[in-house]
């Protein structure tokens, strides 16, 4: 359900459930009404017309006053719980600048520092029981990012920057999805947010620094120069090899992630190796073509990706 | 009396002011004033988020545009001196009104033309040429419109079907021709003069 | 059962206004009929048939959603899908539907011999005809529109929709506005000039109101997506700048152009629909509506507050509080007037003695449907949540209990109520009863469990979703409730055909109804009234047994007019009669400039200027040909 492991989730989904249990009253209030009315006066024959008096006290108390007093009662609800959303309770350490592509998220956790920029794809890791600051742009057409069980959705737009936060209160995994329809294969934009302890993030938070460890294997050697040589290379990021394109998911620490393809499927050997094959059959549509490899390349490539930590 | 005797005595299409086709076009005019206003309220809404100057190669020039909008402020005035006219029943005045007005409009078009010709920028440079082109190509456009009103109207008028009593598709083109002017009106005031104050 | 004579004119009077008013049979009188009735119908069958289409786009995607990680369809198909589900229901199906209602009762209910400009209204007719054509001859060439009916920049230029799928969405609409507005025009114009004498403001029925409040508010509300749309095509085809941000554009010029479109266009399909019900109930109830002036002030409010709640849509944008905080208020203000108007029917139900026919059993089932859907909008109002449900199945299912709750289930109410009148023979009731309860049943089943989909995290515009985050079940009960709804839609449709061979002969005035349609014969006659009517009051086939103080109708007096197609022209607000109009003959040139102006947005499309130059050429010769004088102009008698 909505909401209710964020800060501001949180206000969110009892703000919600406030409005959706007046709704429901509403609405049996209505409905009895109707019934009581149908049953009471029922006939089976069309009557001759006959003006009974009163009723006009049915709009002004039910169709006025009462709507009047309720809608200003959830004005000020509203407006209370938009305030105590609006920013969090201390400033965010942690700033995330989210960049949204057709059909994937790129991570950047920003520093003054150029050098200790981390870069990441569809997995973010925030420390729990912090506020976190999100920067929202995006490289192609609008996307919404939107983890249901921390907060709401705030939209990436082109020509803009828009600014949001989250704070997780308990630490686990959240699943998040694009909430604004981005073109083919939005139904399979995914992304999840591990929120994990303050020690446990910061740790990751340096291995994400790092450019890729060396391969100490051959077949890893061999996956690598594969990837460099080939077309991955053109649109993959790998730091501390050749791969360097930018238009795909930067894979530095793929292996560290829990999920490929933008959360579509597990990270796995089998899943690795049958997406590279042939990502087209598994996501129509998606900017990732067909790469020609030959077997004994794609195990080697998947040895490669398997190996960055 | 009777209903059916009194309608006897009603009038069969009195036009006048309130009549069913002056109803028409004064609708027509209502629903392509609020098209112009949308055209000017994207022309605003790009100003207020861009991030350079606005206009990028700053404001219009009025070496043409300023004399352009007398002419076509003059040319409502014939259009409304040819309306007259034929309200007085005289054919002559209607006439030569008319083809005044239709003499002025095309001088209207050929030199905004013109201007066309010097610019700097096409609708492609930039969000604002094409705001530019499309904002002021529209008004041509309804400019056009009302001068092939005008020309049909006044082949009309030159075969007799106007008189002093039976006027309406003339005052309907006078209104027309009068909505295109008040729209250029905006149209040079929102793009040729806010630029300079605001 | 009435015991007010429906007005039953003299065999030679009615062989003579016969002889004026009738259509001639065959080709000609097919394409040339000016007749609003004609018109109406033509309305009302070609909206129902896109109701369907849209219907089975929407199972063939519910087929899809029954299950997690199905591929009956591709991606691209299911994008289509909806997009042109969207499009159909919105453009071609809820607005049109009523139009047909308003088109063939307005005449009849203000007591007039036809519409203000009766070749505009053919005109509008075909435009919206060959604009529906236009759009789903997308489909032939595989390349229909598949970015939402909202169509949201920049995903729709063409560097991210290379084909022609966008074009045919800009110029459909673009055309499909050209028939709204001239139709909107027509209403207006008709109201303010053509009805009976004695048809005072006051005096007009509350569904006269919403068409007329509807029509204001297209004048207004269309031109903000003619221009939108008119933008989207030079960007795409001549390479201009208006949603590209990179060069000054802004794609949230689009959403804002779009919104202040498309919010009031949500009160333009349901304010006629509740007017509607605001005249059937009464009827039902046998008594008149508790607080018409409240009910007729509500709606004008309902559709000028329209143009104040657009940014309600665009709550995530990253706008600033202040303006959503404005547009949050705007939004709970607005649900006001729909209250009084929920209120009026109530109390008129419980102080009436209500008899439960089918139409009235849709009226109360819309009453409930109504106010499921408006208590879900006032939740979605309040900022923060509406961060979380916006562009959920939350979403989809508010809108449809929106959509379908005050759209359609009262236009099958006024296909039961009305229906008698245009083919002069009743549906039956029995299946009636079936039918509401299928169609009542299957909806909630339907559309209610997506509430909980959206509260669960499900986004909308997806062609699938993965197993195991609880959507399953919702889902698949979704699925069955649209197809049992289905079904309901079907045995209405099996009515209908039964009816139009076996029905019970309706009579005049099946219902006992109070207004004027219901005066003349059913079907009624090419020229509806012999003798014009004067009104006295809101019922004038009531007043009598009303007994109430006041001046009486009279329904079986008046003028004639037989010198040829004529009708009596008032004045716009107390209907006093100051002119007799003449009336156009049947015409081919509304059909011909319809076509014309279908060859051009072709070219258009296409990018074949010779083609577009050609039906230009053709609009301006059928314009002017229309628009010319065809008898000798005579002076104007004194």
Known sequence: MLGFHGVAGSREAVLGWVLLVVAMI???????????????????????????????????????????????????????????????????????????????????????????????????????????????????????????????????????????????????????????????????????????????????????????????????????????????????????????????????????????????????????????????????????????????????????????? | MTTAAAAQRLPVDAGGPGATGAWGMILLIVTEASLFVYLLFSYFYLGSMARGSWPPSGPPELRLALPNTIILLVSSTTMWWADAGIRAGRQGRLRLGLLVTLALGVVFLAIQLAEYRGKQFTPHTNAYGSLFYTITGFHMAHVAVGLIMILVISVRGGLGHFSERRHLAVTNVTWYWHFVDVVWLAVFTSLYLSPRFL | MATTAPAVPAPSLHEKLLRIWETPPGLFGVLATVDHKKIGKRYLATAFLFLLLGGLEAAVMRAQLARPDQHLLTPEAYNQLFSMHGITMIFLYASPILSGFSNYIWPLILGSRDMAFPRLNAFSYWVFLVSGIFLYSSFLIGQAPDRGWFAYAPMTGSTYSPGLNMDFYALGLILLTISTTVGAINFITTLFRLRAPGMSVNRLPIFVWGTLTTSFSMLFALPALTVACVMLYFDRRFGMHFFDASTGGHPMLWQHLFWIFGHPWVYIIVLPAMGLMSDLIPTFCRRPLVGYTYVALATVATGILGFGVWVHHMFST?????????????????????????????????????????????????????????????????????????????????????????????????????????????????????????????????????????????????????????????????????????????????????????????????????????????????????????????????????????????????????????????????????????????????????????????????????????????????????????????????
């Open chain 1, 26 to 309: 509403v609405t049996l209030v209505v409905s009895l009404l109707v019934l009581a009315g149908a049953w009471r006066g029922r006939t089976s024959e069309l009557l001759p017309p006959q003006r009974t008096g009163g009723g006009l006290r049915w709009i002004v108390i039910g169709g006025i006053i009462v709507p009047t007093v309720i809608l200003a009662a959830v004005f000020v609800l509203t407006m209370v719980t938009q305030a105590a959303v609006a920013a969090p309770s201390a400033p965010p350490t942690v700033t995330v600048q989210i960049t949204g592509h057709q059909w994937w998220w790129e991570v950047h956790y920003l520093d003054r520092s150029p050098s200790r920029i981390a870069v990441t794809a569809n997995e973010i890791h925030i420390p729990v029981g912090q506020p976190v600051r999100f920067e929202l742009v995006t490289g192609d057409v609008i996307h919404s990012f939107w983890i249901p069980e921390l907060g709401g959705k705030t939209d990436l737009i082109p020509g803009q920057r828009n600014v949001m936060w989250l704070e997780a209160d308990s630490a686990g995994v959240y699943r998040g999805q694009c909430g604004e329809y981005c073109g083919t294969q939005h139904a399979k934009m995914a992304m999840s947010v591990i929120a994990e302890p303050a020690g446990k993030f910061n740790q990751w938070l340096v291995l994400q620094r790092q450019p890729a460890a060396a391969p100490p294997d051959p077949d890893v050697a061999a996956g690598e120069r594969v990837f460099a040589s080939s077309a991955c290379a053109l649109c993959h990021t790998v730091r501390g090899t050749l791969a360097g394109g930018r238009l795909g998911p930067d894979l530095t620490h793929l292996a560290g992630r829990r999920t490929i393809a933008a959360g579509m499927l597990p990270n796995t050997r089998g899943n690795l190796a049958g997406w590279i094959a042939n990502p087209q059959a598994l996501k129509p549509g998606s900017l990732m073509p067909v790469v020609p490899l030959r077997a004994t390349e794609l195990l080697a490539v998947v040895a490669f990706l398997q190996s960055l930590e």
């Open chain 3, 318 to 638: 990253g706008l600033p509080a202040m303006s959503t905080d404005f547009f949050s208020a705007a939004s709970m203000v607005i649900s006001i007037p729909s209250a009084v108007a929920v209120f009026a029917w109530l109390a008129t139900i419980w102080h009436g003695r209500p008899v439960m026919r089918t139409p009235f059993l849709f009226a109360a089932g819309f009453i409930v449907l109504f106010v499921i859907g408006g208590v879900s909008g006032v939740v979605t109002a309040a900022v923060p949540f509406d961060w979380q449900v916006t562009d959920t199945y939350f979403i989809v299912a508010h809108l449809h209990y929106v959509l379908v709750g005050i759209n359609v289930f009262p236009v099958i109410a006024g296909f039961y109520f009305w229906l008698p009148k245009m083919t002069g023979r009743l549906l039956d009731e029995r299946l009636g009863r079936w039918n509401f309860w299928t169609m009542f049943i299957g909806f909630n089943l339907g559309f209610f469990p997506m509430h909980i989909a959206g509260l669960l995290g499900m986004p909308r515009r997806v062609y699938t979703y993965p197993a195991g985050l609880g959507w399953d079940t919702v889902n698949l009960i979704s699925t069955i409730g649209s197809y049992l709804f289905a079904i309901g839609v079907l045995l209405f449709l099996i009515n209908v055909f039964w009816s139009l061979r076996r029905g019970r002969v309706a009579g005049p005035n099946p219902w006992d109804g109070p207004t004027l349609e219901w005066a003349v014969s059913s079907p009624p006659p090419a020229y509806n009234f012999a003798l014009l009517p004067t009104v006295g009051s809101r019922h004038p086939l009531w007043e009598e047994r009303l007994n109430e103080p006041g001046s009486r109708s009279r329904i079986t007096e008046g003028p004639a007019l037989v010198e040829g197609r004529e009708t009596l022209g008032v004045s716009p607000l107390d209907a006093q009669a100051n002119e007799v109009l003449t009336m156009p003959e049947d015409s081919l040139y509304p059909f011909f400039l319809a076509l014309s102006l279908l060859v051009t947005f072709y070219g258009l499309l296409t990018g074949a200027w010779a083609l577009a130059i050609v039906g230009g050429v053709l609009v301006l010769v059928m314009t002017v040909g229309w628009l010319w004088p065809s008898a000798p102009v005579e002076e104007a008698s004194p």
